[in-house]
């Protein structure tokens, strides 16, 4: 009977370790669910936040593009480049390599966009001095053009006199 007892008594402390652990588990199993859906989350917002500032970088674009009337190939192609990098970034699922991948292009992106933006400043700039120096040299132009028609008819009616 001992040899029964001991072995009854050797199995309720092997079930007990073993609910022990299977709770043990449930309880760590529970714990990494949480913080993938808290990672899933802040992937989530990660990606949302890289589509807000890709969408604000087209905004812009297309704001200096139309407000200035510029056909820049370069600013052009930037957009679309961003364009093309924003349907890449909504149609894949957040991970972490790729989200700080788009940050990174992101970040690029953005450089360029300072330089492409000084120069079609700078473009303007000049098309402004451009069209100053235009419109004066116009003004001489027609000024030449009524003296040399005052003396063209000075010239004729001297002739008709002569």
Known sequence: MTTQSSNNNLAKILIAVLVVLLLSLAGYTYTLI?????????????KAEVQKELEALVVSYNEILKDNELKDKDLIAARDRILVLLDSV?????????????????????NERTQLFKRADSLLVITQRLTVEKDS????????????????????????SL
């Open 137 to 160: 040299t116009t003004a001489v132009l027609n000024q030449t053009i009524k003296a040399v028609d005052s003396v063209t008819i000075a010239n004729t009616q001297m002739s008709k």
């Open 90 to 110: 909504k149609g894949y699922k957040a991970n972490l390599s790729l989200i700080s991948r788009y940050k990174a292009q992101v970040r690029g992106l953005k």
């Open 34 to 46: 949480q913080q993938n859906e808290e990672t899933v989350l802040v992937l989530e917002a990660d």
